[in-house]
Antibody, heavy 122, light 108 residues
Framework: EVQLVESGGVVVQPGGSLRLSCAAS????????MHWVRQAPGKGLEWVSL????????YYADSVKGRFTISRDNSKNSLYLQMNSLRAEDTALYYC???????????????WGQGTLVTVSS | SYVLTQPPSVSVAPGKTARITCGGN??????VHWYQQKPGQAPVLVIY???DRPSGIPERFSGSNSGNTATLTISRVEAGDEADYYC???????????FGGGTKLTVL
């Protein structure tokens, strides 16, 4: 059974930093691209970042470019999101999501975690 | 960047058909995916590649895509279908993964 479990969400002050983690199981992690998607309270889904199966390619939404860094450790079946210079507008539930097809970064999301809540507030 | 436009809300009586649209420039040339999200839950894929259904999704859910509009159709709507629905595409622009703003389906 595929499982994605996010962690690391806390309350942080504006300008602060945070690292989110996503522990994956139930599939061959290093075959699949992974994404982070966020959802502000009461709002819609917003794509954040993508990393290829081998970590060689990364993409970011314009809203987080230069502040967030996505990475993965395939030996630990884990995905990460380093978040720096946090702003109030980064407050959201952060989901990690798996793409459906191996080695295809453009594919749809077939599994999502339950999310971890990041609150940026003084 | 590419924009997907969904109606904020759609209401339908039980047993009737709900149609949720997703508009985008020449969206018919892209593959559209649809997700259902119930309150307090993670999104769940209900349609992929315009019209394919994942296993476990009822046949009542179907999709189409042509021109500038993709449509998610839910036939014989049930109370349990009440949720937010999001369309999504891949676009080779600054933000490659694009979601529509979401549509809240209300079952009357």
């Amino acid at each position: 059974e595929v499982q994605l479990v996010e962690s690391g969400g806390v309350v942080v002050q504006p300008g602060g930093s945070l690292r989110l983690s996503c522990a994956a199981s139930g599939f061959t992690f290093d075959d699949y691209a992974m994404h982070w998607v966020r959802q502000a309270p009461g709002k819609g889904l917003e794509w954040v970042s993508l990393i290829s199966w081998d970590g060689g390619s990364t993409y970011y939404a314009d809203s987080v470019k230069g502040r967030f860094t996505i990475s993965r450790d395939n030996s630990k079946n884990s995905l990460y999101l380093q978040m720096n210079s946090l702003r109030a507008e980064d407050t959201a539930l952060y989901y990690c999501a798996k793409v459906a097809s191996p080695a295809d970064i453009r594919d749809y999301f077939d599994y999502w975690g339950q999310g971890t809540l990041v609150t940026v507030s003084s | 960047s590419y924009v997907l436009t969904q109606p904020p809300s759609v209401s339908v009586a039980p047993g009737k058909t709900a149609r949720i649209t997703c508009g985008g420039n020449n969206i018919g040339s892209k593959s559209v995916h649809w997700y259902q999200q119930k309150p307090g839950q993670a999104p769940v894929l209900v349609i992929y590649y315009d019209s394919d259904r994942p296993s476990g999704i009822p046949e009542r859910f179907s999709g189409s895509n042509s021109g500038n509009t993709a449509t998610l159709t839910i036939s014989r709507v049930e109370a349990g279908d009440e949720a937010d629905y999001y369309c999504q595409v891949w676009d080779s622009s600054s933000d490659p993964v694009v979601f529509g703003g979401g549509t809240k389906l209300t079952v009357l």
